[in-house]
């Protein structure tokens, strides 16, 4: 009989905002020994509570913020929550982790997660303590910058709390609206920040006060103190703390993945003006880490000239998309775009390919200046693209129409839009162009968000092992990798990056696992539960769009048909046969059928039988 | 004086000195049952800074002076605190004027650095060196 001892609560909050209702509800312990927490709870709450067809931006969606056992102890940056619904940008399954002290608040506070659902008759925001949770008015909150609302809720509340806000983006249902925290930290590319809009909801506060119960609080510390004395000793720990992800700018540059002109090009003429490099000399002025992280990746950056003083920060994926992708080479311009993106809650992902796309699409004829009020769309074209990106939030002409996603626009647009319009199941493309990384495309096609690195951050081996190379291998690792960043560290909900970035082992986590809860996971118990999220995650998507066929599972056409021009690997496309037979790796390695639906093998391995009987009512299981 | 000092310029605000220093103090995984507390704080437009909290062992000390019961003394310098003669009026909690004594919701008594005997537990775990003591 295996007894939990700590690491969960045990306890999920749940809020009807329709009904004002509040309720406490008891997690089974075999719950929490088959999923975990983070996106394993989320998916299978969603899974298990969500009619099919739900549409996303109803007060019948469910938002779910959820920690896992690990999240807010003393283990390395574990400061995480994930964030779930169903996605209005995609309508399948979405999530996003964000760093932020609400983790351990929440946890303080006696809970792993929150579900919330219904629909506020005013702007409100939760209020969460061990006391209970409050919902509280939130109408002199609305409408105002996410940055400024976390700012009014500290003045409110105190220093000590734990916030997850949106901004006028989420509350304007921009389909990639995202959460803020902290000043610069975003989480919930799917359209979050949207979910919470439409429910009227402004932000969650939390201020925990109690012990979290821990198995064996000494061996923990025995843990947490020789991981950041091994942290400190790598060779690359000085570089990660001065540029964090930011040093991927020219790694980016030179191996010509440097997203450049919505994903023309994979490199950059003035990549260095926006490099890690120029960051760390002339604009970073302080770091900052998450939650118990001894390797903050945070860059507090200030503008030099143009914007003279603002401050934002900085990581690689917001920096390539409002940088290169547009065709910014300019960090100052940068910082404004990102610190506008950060008060408004919205993706910069999301919204850098947005202006791209709107940029391409200007060129070619597909919108005009009548579309655009007067506005001559251009790359690098700065008064332009600023804005646009304010008619973005701001819904108006054309703005309102990018504010549905690149996929939504290129179908109302028509023509050959849906080639440039680059994403994978309606989220947009991270920043890493694919026309000479066909592994790293497969990673984007078969993310289980949409086209999103987190899962498989697979460019860098693939380089490695040789992008030409076409074989089970390389999948292998791809499945590898989402096991281990997709799979464990999304359900433990504490940050990959000390595994990825400086080599912290993989077997230090399930030797945490037991200090914290008490009970004895292997590598390979947590790689079949992350196989059995996989599967789950898999499914949602299939039940929702009554089926699945292949191509929801392929990049977008310009990486196919559009070859580079620039740098060494100029006239490289992806050829489609490769992509295919990579695909059909993929599927067959999973135990997924040939149009990408699980088994009933696959399925029973994973302990999902239950499942399998109620999706085989909308397609049949092989 | 010996006492912590710290630079906010090395400082992430990753507040592992808060946990270990609960850990140190209770045995427990509690940040808020720190004795030093770490705060990111922000301006709308920047900028941004940390901050920390934590009892400067003053020459003069106002939250001794206060103390109606000689519970909080100075001894060698240290502001120590005697938790047996504390009756948990916080009087010195509202004296300080630097907010570096602590009331926390569950205990009777006040949260102030003691440099854990001299050799403090979060000195030795900051990782980015942002904490030192002084002698």
């Known amino acids: 009989m295996v007894e939990i001892k700590g690491g969960w609560l045990g306890k999920i909050l749940r809020i009807n905002l329709s009904d004002e209702s509040i309720a406490v509800q008891k997690l089974d312990k075999d719950f929490m020994l088959k999923y975990i927490g983070g996106r394993g709870f989320a998916v299978r709450i969603l899974w298990d509570e969500l009619p099919r067809g739900v549409d996303p931006l109803s007060p019948e969606n469910k938002l779910i913020v959820a920690t896992g056992p690990l999240t807010g102890l003393l283990v390395p940056s574990s400061g995480k929550v994930v964030l779930a619904s169903k996605s209005p940008l995609t309508g399948g399954y979405g999530d996003g982790n964000i760093g932020t002290h609400l983790s351990a608040m929440l946890k303080m506070s006696g809970f792993d997660a929150i579900v919330i659902e219904g629909k506020a008759d005013k702007p409100k925001y939760i209020y969460i303590t061990p006391n209970g949770a409050e919902i509280r008015d939130a109408e002199h909150l609305w409408g105002k910058g996410a940055i400024t609302t976390d700012i009014e809720l500290r003045h409110e509340h105190g220093e000590n709390i734990g916030t997850l806000v949106i901004g006028p983006g989420g509350e304007r249902l921009v389909k990639y609206a995202v959460v803020i925290t902290e000043f610069g930290r975003a989480g919930g590319r799917p359209g979050i920040g949207a979910v919470f809009g439409s429910k009227n909801l402004k932000a969650i506060v939390a201020e925990g006060w109690m012990d979290i119960p821990v198995a064996d609080m000494d061996e923990l510390v025995k843990l947490m103190k020789k991981s950041i004395e091994f942290l400190k000793s790598r060779k690359g720990y000085e570089l990660w703390v001065s540029q964090g992800t930011m040093f991927t700018i020219q790694w980016s540059q030179e191996n010509s993945v440097l997203p450049t002109f919505n994903f023309d090009e994979g490199v950059f003429d003035e990549y260095w003006n926006i490099s890690g490099e120029a960051m760390a000399k002339m604009y970073k002025v302080l770091r900052k880490g998450c939650l118990s992280c001894p390797m903050p990746c945070g860059n507090l950056s200030r503008a030099r000239e143009k914007f003279k003083n603002l401050w934002s920060e900085l990581d690689y994926e917001n920096v390539a998309m409002f940088g290169s992708n547009i065709g910014i080479g300019d960090m100052d311009v940068v910082i404004r775009l990102n610190y506008l993106a950060d008060q408004w809650g919205v993706d910069t992902i999301s919204m850098g390919s947005a202006i791209a796309f709107a940029i391409e699409a200007f060129k070619k004829g597909l919108i005009t200046e009548k579309d655009t009020e007067g506005l001559k769309l251009d790359f690098g074209n700065v008064e332009s693209i600023l804005k646009l990106a304010e008619m973005i939030v701001e819904r108006r002409s054309i703005g309102d129409l990018l504010a549905e996603g690149v996929k939504t626009a290129a179908e109302k647009l028509g023509g050959e839009a849906y080639k440039f319009a680059m994403h994978v199941k309606g989220l947009e493309i991270s920043a890493y162009d694919c026309h000479a990384a066909p592994g790293m495309a497969l990673a984007y096609g078969v993310s289980p968000i949409g086209a999103h690195h987190k899962d498989a951050w697979f460019i860098s081996w693939e380089i490695k092992m040789g992008r030409e190379v076409v074989s089970r291998e390389k999948v292998e690792k791809l499945i590898l990798m989402q096991r281990i960043r997709g799979g464990i560290f999304e359900t433990l909900t504490v940050c990959r990056l000390p595994w990825i970035e400086l080599g912290l082992e993989m077997e230090v986590y399930p030797r945490m696992l037991k200090a914290a809860t008490g009970v004895d996971f292997t590598l390979e118990q947590l790689y079949l539960i992350a196989d059995r999220v996989y599967n789950l995650m898999r499914a949602f998507w299939i039940r929702e769009y009554g089926g699945w066929k292949r191509e929801y599972d392929y990049p977008p056409a310009k990486w196919f048909e559009k070859p580079l021009t620039k740098g060494p690997f100029a006239g490289w496309t992806i050829k489609r046969e490769i992509y295919d037979k990579l695909l059909s790796y993929y599927y067959e390695l999973r135990k997924w059928d040939e149009n990408g639906i699980p088994t009933r093998e696959a399925f029973r391995e994973t302990g999902l039988e239950d499942v399998a009987e109620e999706l085989s009512k909308i397609v049949e299981l092989k | ?135």
Request: proline letters at 7%.
């Open chain 2, 1 to 135: 004086m010996p006492r912590i000092v710290f630079n906010p310029a090395s400082c992430s605000g990753c507040k592992i000195c808060q946990q270990v220093c609960a850990y140190k103090a209770f045995g427990v995984q509690n940040l808020s049952k720190s004795k030093i507390v770490i705060n990111t704080v922000f301006k709308e437009e920047g900028p941004v800074f940390h901050k920390a909290y934590v009892c400067r062992h003053c020459e003069d000390p106002q939250c001794v002076k206060v103390c109606p019961t000689g519970a909080l003394h100075v001894e060698d310098g240290i502001v120590k605190l005697d938790r047996d003669k504390c009756i948990a009026c916080w009087s010195c909690v509202n004296a300080c004027p630097y907010n570096a004594i602590f009331r926390h919701p569950e205990l009777n008594f006040p949260l102030i650095c003691d440099l854990c005997g001299g050799d403090p537990e979060c000195v030795k775990w900051c990782p980015m060196n942002a904490l030192s003591l002084q002698e």
